[in-house]
């Protein structure tokens, strides 16, 4: 069953140089205790697109609807019946949470907001989630800054808890933190899911991360969804040239081996103009003139597999 279903998302936002196409025809379902992890380099619309498939931004064109009901073009009272299900927990632990608040006030508040339980339980409930995370209880008389990184992105986890959501979006959750404390988080967001049966969006610039988390994989480019497979079949059979590029930048260090040249040279274009067609022509190194002309469109491959490429 699927817990989000969006079709036929734009997003465009209105700049003073024009508009940034940063969702331009993405059509996605997560489906229920899944991992739908999303990758691309930076400024390919990850996290427009993550905010989208929660309902914390809306469409300018499309639907998206989360638990069979419709978010897009609903007014934020009506929204606010679904909210609690979707939580956030983002990249920078340091920002997002209040530093004159403890712990405690942070995780209390969403009860409080959503008026479950009493003060008691509510405690109680704060107490049970701060040793879920691997913290103690008595972290919540304490402040953000007293914890590290990962302790901080603990806290975060448990906040977006509290409500019992039943999907939480992790844009570059661990983005920030050093390799051994990212793998300690990525095992704490694994065995929260099935434990509560949670489903992520999970976001990142880096394949390498989304491989150990994401059940399945949606590749990026310009705000369009070019590769879409589970986990093995992206990263054993790629079959569209920017998914291959990608798996190719990731470093695999061994002895002795010098560096392998960038396989991405130039830049991503401007998603203000971006190429006609194919948007990853112009970086393609299997381009024809004729991926100028109309943009390919997700074709299946076999069994949960998708591309969009002429010549996958
Ligand atoms: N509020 C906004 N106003 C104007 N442009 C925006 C806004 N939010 C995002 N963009 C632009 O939309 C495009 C997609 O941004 P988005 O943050 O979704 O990409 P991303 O792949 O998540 O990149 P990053 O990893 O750098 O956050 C970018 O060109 C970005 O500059």
């Given at each position: 069953m699927n817990l989000v279903e969006a079709t036929g998302l734009v997003k465009h936002f209105h700049t003073g140089h024009g508009?940034?196409?940063?969702?331009d025809g993405v059509d996605i379902a997560v489906r229920e205790g899944e991992t739908l992890g999303i990758v691309g380099e930076?400024?390919?619309?990850k996290s427009t697109l993550g905010r989208l498939l929660t309902g914390l931004l809306p469409p300018d064109r499309g639907s998206v609807r989360l638990l069979g009901e419709?978010?897009?073009?609903?007014s934020r009272r009506a929204l606010r019946r679904i909210r609690p299900l979707v939580q956030v927990v983002f990249q920078n632990p340091y920002s997002s949470?209040?530093?004159?608040?403890t712990v405690g006030r942070t995780l209390l508040e969403p009860l409080a907001v959503h008026r479950i339980g009493t003060p008691r339980d509510r405690a109680a409930r704060v107490a049970a989630m701060l040793e879920r995370v691997g913290?103690?209880?008595?972290?919540?008389?304490?402040?953000?800054?007293?914890?590290?990184g990962g302790q901080r992105q603990r806290i975060a986890i448990a906040r977006a808890m509290m409500l019992e959501p039943r999907l939480i979006l992790c844009d570059?959750?661990?983005?920030?933190?050093d390799v051994s404390v990212q793998a300690q988080i990525l095992n704490l967001l694994a065995e929260m899911k099935r434990e509560f049966g949670l489903s992520y969006v999970f976001i990142s610039h880096d394949l390498s991360v989304v491989r150990h988390i994401a059940d399945r994989i949606a590749v990026m480019y310009l705000g369009r969804i070019v590769e879409v497979a589970d986990r093995q079949r992206i990263w054993s059979?790629?079959?569209h040239p920017y998914t291959r590029a990608l798996i190719a930048s990731v470093p695999r260090p061994r002895p002795g081996r010098p560096k392998p040249a960038p396989v991405l040279h130039d830049d991503l274009p401007s998603p203000i103009d971006p190429p006609s067609g194919c948007r990853f022509r112009t970086r393609c190194?299997?381009?024809?003139?004729?991926?100028?002309g109309q943009a390919p469109v997700l074709e299946k491959m076999g069994a949960d597999h998708a591309c969009a490429c002429f010549h996958a």
């Open positions: 508009a940034v196409q940063a969702i930076s400024g390919c619309g419709e978010c897009a073009g609903q949470l209040n530093p004159r608040r913290l103690s209880p008595a972290a919540a008389a304490r402040y953000p800054h007293e914890f590290s570059e959750a661990v983005s920030a933190l059979e790629p079959r190194p299997v381009a024809t003139p004729s991926c100028a």
